[in-house]
């Protein structure tokens, strides 16, 4: 087996790439596998189209599709074989420091494998296996904290395109939560908020917490419950929590303001709450 990285040749044991690639910080790549036999690569146009789709829909550029040919080539030359499988992945490259949406200036990071594989003259017959049955759960479980963010970046690059920070998401009509934080609304002095697991799991964010019970020790009045974008829109006060930013005030939605257009009365004080409760240290071990 042998390693291609941006354009080296190396043995498996010594292929490296950065911990700050994307790839492997939110799985923001896309990959193909091509079975080659004589040298051939089947179904190869299929394949560089697909990827060609693939680099698209992700918005990676810098990589010419066409390009998996020759590295294809080089890999099985190298393993002396004409009879390989080549994997191959595309990441939209190494930014320093973490951030989910990438800087502009982005070179992607190719890496393959190819790995020698049987000859067709070998495979007589086809390889007899079992399987099981499981539930298609791929992308649902968004209450565990994963890796797994393309969909988080790519959102995260739309919003930027709006000069929004950031994109709160929506799915069968409600708001779940934001690519990065939970999404909270004011209507006179009810705080509402998305329940956990309606339409799907969402991220129970530590902060999320904080405020309901910051706001809860104010006494306001709290709902978790479906919003919808419209009830965004209309609402008097929005705000997001998250580790990194605590509570930020939502101003602008779709680039119109919302009706308080400053940071409301209501988010004010479950700020100031929310700050007095860190300084005081009452809030780190939040009550169940
Ligand atoms: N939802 C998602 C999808 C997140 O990535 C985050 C940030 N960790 C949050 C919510 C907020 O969670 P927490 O308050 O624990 O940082």
Redesign the pocket.
């Known amino acids: 087996m042998l390693v291609w990285i941006n354009g080296t040749i190396s043995q498996p044991e010594d292929a490296r790439i950065s911990v700050f690639d994307r790839g492997f910080m939110y799985g923001d790549s896309v990959y193909e596998a091509v079975r080659f036999f004589d040298g051939v690569g089947v179904g190869m146009d299929q394949h560089v189209q697909r990827l060609r789709r693939s680099l698209a829909y992700t918005k990676i550029t810098g990589f010419k599709p066409d390009d998996y040919r020759i590295i294809c080539r080089s890999l099985m030359e190298s393993l002396q074989t004409e009879d390989a499988m080549v994997y191959l992945q595309v990441t939209r490259g190494v930014q320093i420091p973490r951030r989910h949406c990438p800087d502009s200036n982005l070179t992607p990071s190719v890496i393959a494998v190819g790995s020698p594989a049987a000859s067709l003259e070998s495979m007589t017959q086809p390889m007899q296996i079992s399987v099981t049955v499981e539930p298609d759960l791929r992308r649902m479980h968004?209450d565990v904290?994963a890796t797994n963010l393309l969909e988080?970046v790519l959102a995260t690059m739309a919003a930027e395109q709006m000069q929004a920070q950031e994109p709160i998401l929506q799915l069968d009509g409600v708001l779940t939560?934001?690519?990065?934080?939970?999404i909270f609304v004011v209507q006179g002095t009810t705080v509402r908020t998305p329940q956990l697991n309606h339409p799907r799991p969402?991220?129970p964010?530590?902060?999320?917490q904080l405020a309901l019970d910051a706001a809860q020790a104010l006494g306001l009045r709290i709902e978790e419950t479906s919003i919808s974008a419209k009830e965004l829109r209309d609402a008097d006060e929005a705000f997001i929590?998250?580790?990194?930013r605590v509570l930020a005030s939502i101003q602008a939605v779709d680039g119109r303001s919302i009706r308080s257009g400053s940071i409301g009365a209501v988010t004010l004080q479950i700020h100031d709450e929310l700050v007095r409760r860190i300084r005081a240290g009452s809030s780190i071990t939040p009550q169940t």
């Open positions: 968004c904290k988080n939560e934001g690519s990065s934080s939970n969402i991220l964010g530590i902060n999320r929590t998250s580790s990194s």
